[in-house]
């Protein structure tokens, strides 16, 4: 059975910094293709980043040059590393799996597990 376990999350002050983490069980990530997404309360899931197979890296427009995800195949882990955080980064943050392979894959149909979610509040 495929289990996603996000952490990390957190209150953090604007301009700080977070790093969330997704652990996978009964998967390895670096078959697949590991986004992470967000959600405002009130707003449809947001599309963030991915991570291919090959470790090719998509971002969204407005986490472009801040956010950072990586993989560490040894732990089977994937990482969202968030700098110089916004208020509107506020959300509850999750990492998915998709077993396409193209680049990108925003549409979060099109994933096929999802973790929890972990909490970021961003405040002022």
């Known amino acids: 059975q495929v289990r996603l376990v996000e952490s990390g999350g957190g209150l953090v002050q604007a301009g700080g910094s977070l790093r969330l983490s997704c652990a996978a069980s009964?998967?390895?990530?670096?078959?697949?293709?590991t986004g992470w997404f967000r959600q405002a309360p009130g707003a449809e899931r947001e599309f963030v980043g991915q991570?291919?197979?090959?470790?090719?890296?998509y971002y969204a427009d407005p986490v472009k040059g801040r956010f950072t995800i990586s993989r560490d195949n040894a732990k089977n882990t994937v990482a969202l590393q968030m700098n110089s955080l916004k208020l509107d980064d506020t959300a509850v943050y999750y990492c998915?799996?998709?077993?396409?392979?193209?680049?990108?894959?925003?549409?979060?149909?099109?994933?096929?597990?999802w973790g929890q979610g972990t909490q970021v509040t961003v405040s002022s």
């Open positions: 009964g998967l390895t990530f670096n078959g697949y293709v």
């Open positions: 998915a799996v998709s077993g396409l392979d193209n680049a990108p894959i925003t549409k979060p149909t099109l994933y096929l597990n």
């Open positions: 991570i291919s197979r090959s470790g090719i890296t």
